[in-house]
C-alpha cells in the first residue's frame, strides 16, 4: 500500500510503503502525482521522499519495476526534472529500489537510496514536515 501527501506548497510530496506492496500502488501513486501536477497541487521542480515502513509482503518483480520505469520516464518528459529519496529497510524493497535507480539515472533523473529519514530530507533540502508521524 503507499499513502503519499503534498507539503511545502507542492514542493514535496512524502509518501509512505507498507503492508503488501504490489503494481498497482506503484501505477496508482504515479498517475495521482500526475493528477496532482495537472490541478496545480505540485510546483515544478518537486521534490519526493518515499519510506517504507512495516511491509509485509513485495508482489513486485524486476520487470514490473522495467514498466514502472518506462511509464516514469515518458511522463518525465512532461513534469521536469525532480529529485526523489527513498527511505528503505525491506531487503526485497532495496533490491528494487536498486534496479529503479540504475533506470531512472540513465535518463537523467536524481534518486538515491538512504537508511535514515534525517539522510534523505537532508538531500532533498526540505525538513520532515512532520516528524511525529513520518518516521520510521
Known sequence: MFD?????EGSLIVGKMSGDIELQSFINGIFWQIDSRN?????????QLYYDDDVQSVAVTEDDIRRIAEINT??????GKF?????????EVIRLA???????KEHGF???????????????????P???IIRI
Open 4 to 8: 503519499a501527501k503534498i507539503y511545502n
Open 98 to 104: 536498486m534496479i529503479h535507480q540504475a533506470l531512472a
Open 39 to 47: 490541478v496545480g497541487e505540485v510546483r515544478d521542480g518537486f521534490s
Open 130 to 132: 512532520e516528524p511525529e
Open 83 to 91: 529529485r526523489t529519496a527513498l527511505v528503505l529497510r525491506h531487503p
Open 110 to 128: 536524481e534518486v538515491e537510496i538512504f537508511t535514515s529519514l534525517e539522510e534523505g530530507f537532508a538531500w532533498i533540502g526540505h525538513e520532515n
Open 74 to 79: 515518458g511522463i518525465g518528459i512532461n513534469v
